[in-house]
């Protein structure tokens, strides 16, 4: 038997292989599915099954191709209604893979058709689950990104702590928790930085497992606090391609062009493309495309792109580093952003070459901030585009928070006149903040390098520290 967790960073998603006597499955795969397939050639193994533990919000998945190339079928849970081919299991149905059994346990509440399969090892044990977004580790799937109209956010957590008693918390302790997703992931709250652990372990440390927690207050817990971390706005667009079936990525990346710096301001002029650069930061504000927005890729690429993006249909125009074009292009598609026009060839200096105009971005240390703070005595304009939470538990006296996920909802915050001091915790957020003023026509701001962290080493006045609990 092997059981691999292919784990994917900036997605915080797991993906997982399992092979016994040459026959193999993949559940919840991404969409670039050459990986799998040549897992499974090398190994001498044919995909028997794709498990689908849901229709994911957050990613695209490879399902649909990865079936179309290898002929395995596609498995779902009760209730499912994909739009092609596909076994819709029964609850308690028994899947065969070389000397494994997998069970199929319906377990709606993160959504209706969300499903853990049980695998039983080659002596009939029962070894593992793969939990999808029903139970992480350190929390369970947020119940508010699949209800409809008949169905309320507390319906389904109700349906959750059903499914977690009934189905999941009966199991062995010593039974392993594979989980979809990890820390990061707009899926769940506040997930464990674990990817994997036992379910005795989870039983003891999982708030959302606790024996004495009534259903009421189950209901209470996973549902506090959700208003504060919304979804990224193209978790249902992403719903809907999964239950449709996406197109090859290969066919994605073929529509990408490289363009001449020439070509390229045509191309923003013409279609109104998002010009979005992922280089570094600290290099970005230096000399940057105007009205280009900054999105780094090392950073959480993909998830910002899908909370500032919110028209998943938006072309987009790329300016990166060549050494990592492909990843960006291959980081969009994972999560439904295809209307890729093309990218600057030769990047930013290319531009610079053809004798293109640049913009920039005024980027000062912390220990310059604060002795513009002193200078001021405090009279200055701080916006903290931090969550909610970070905010709360510490921050600079009289700064103002605006979470970047809300930037675009708040521009009237932000000062015509006089300068904005913008801060995040370490330098990334702050500055996609700045790119987005910038080319709203805010040019009066300036980015505090090193974030909170790096303000926390001076003397600029802050409140009292108050230790945030994990949010339940």
């Not at 081919?85 to 199929?104: P, R, S, Y």
């Not at 990817?195 to 209470?220: H, P, S, V, W």
């Not at 391609?241 to 045509?266: M, R, Y």
């Not at 903290?384 to 700064?399: F, L, W």
Request: aromatic share 8%.
């Amino acid at each position: 038997m092997i059981i691999e967790q292919i784990y994917t960073g900036c997605l915080a998603q797991g993906a997982y292989y399992v092979e016994s006597d040459g026959e193999c499955m993949i559940i919840d795969p991404l969409r670039e599915v050459n990986q799998y397939i040549e897992k499974a050639t090398e190994n001498g193994a044919k995909i028997k099954y794709i498990l689908e533990t849901h229709f994911h919000a957050d990613f695209v998945s490879g399902h649909l191709e990865l079936s179309k190339k290898t002929g395995a079928t596609i498995v779902y849970g009760p209730t499912a209604t994909p739009s092609f081919d596909a076994l819709i299991a029964t609850d308690g149905q028994i899947l065969e893979l070389g000397k494994l059994k997998i069970k199929v346990l319906h377990t709606p509440g993160h959504t209706m058709e969300s499903t853990t399969y049980l695998l039983f090892d080659e002596n009939g044990k029962e070894y593992c689950i793969f939990s999808g977004d029903t139970l992480f580790i350190g929390d369970v799937g947020r119940p508010d990104l699949a209800q409809k109209s008949t169905v309320t956010i507390e319906d389904l957590a109700g349906y959750l702590f059903d499914s977690l008693r009934n189905k999941i918390m009966t199991l062995p302790d010593d039974l392993i928790v594979y989980p979809a997703h990890g820390a990061g992931s707009a899926c769940g709250k506040n997930m464990s930085k674990e990817t994997f652990d036992t379910l005795g372990n989870q039983k003891q440390t999982n708030y959302a497992l606790r024996a004495n927690m009534t259903r009421e207050e189950f209901i209470k817990e996973v549902t506090d606090g959700l208003e504060l971390v919304p979804p990224p706005y193209y978790f249902p667009k992403n719903v809907m391609i999964n239950k449709s079936g996406a197109q090859d990525v290969d066919t994605v990346k073929s529509h990408v062009q490289a363009l001449s710096p020439a070509a390229f301001e045509a191309a923003a002029n013409e279609t109104g493309a998002i010009m979005i650069d992922t280089r570094q930061q600290q290099t970005f504000k230096n000399a940057f495309v105007p009205n280009s927005i900054f999105i780094g890729i090392k950073g959480d690429f993909a998830p910002w792109v899908g909370t500032l993006l919110t028209d998943i249909e938006q072309p987009i125009l790329i300016i990166a580093d060549e050494e990592s074009r492909e990843d960006v292009i291959t980081r969009l598609s994972r999560v439904g952003y295809d209307n890729i026009i093309g990218y600057l060839e030769g990047g930013i200096q290319a531009w610079e070459n053809a004798g293109k105009e640049t913009d920039s971005i005024v980027s000062i240390s912390a220990e310059e901030f604060a002795n513009k703070f002193k200078e001021s005595e405090g009279k200055i304009i701080v916006k903290d585009v931090r969550k909610p939470s970070e905010y709360m538990a510490e921050h600079i006296d009289e700064a103002m928070n605006i979470p970047l996920a809300n930037l675009s909802k708040n521009m009237v915050e932000f000062s015509k006149d006089e300068t904005n001091y913008l801060h995040c915790a370490s330098g990334y957020r702050s500055m996609v903040a700045a790119s987005i003023l910038k080319s709203r026509g805010y040019d009066n701001v300036v980015d505090i390098a090193g974030g909170f962290k790096a303000i926390s080493e001076t003397d600029v006045p802050r409140t009292d520290f108050v230790c945030q609990t994990k949010m339940k």
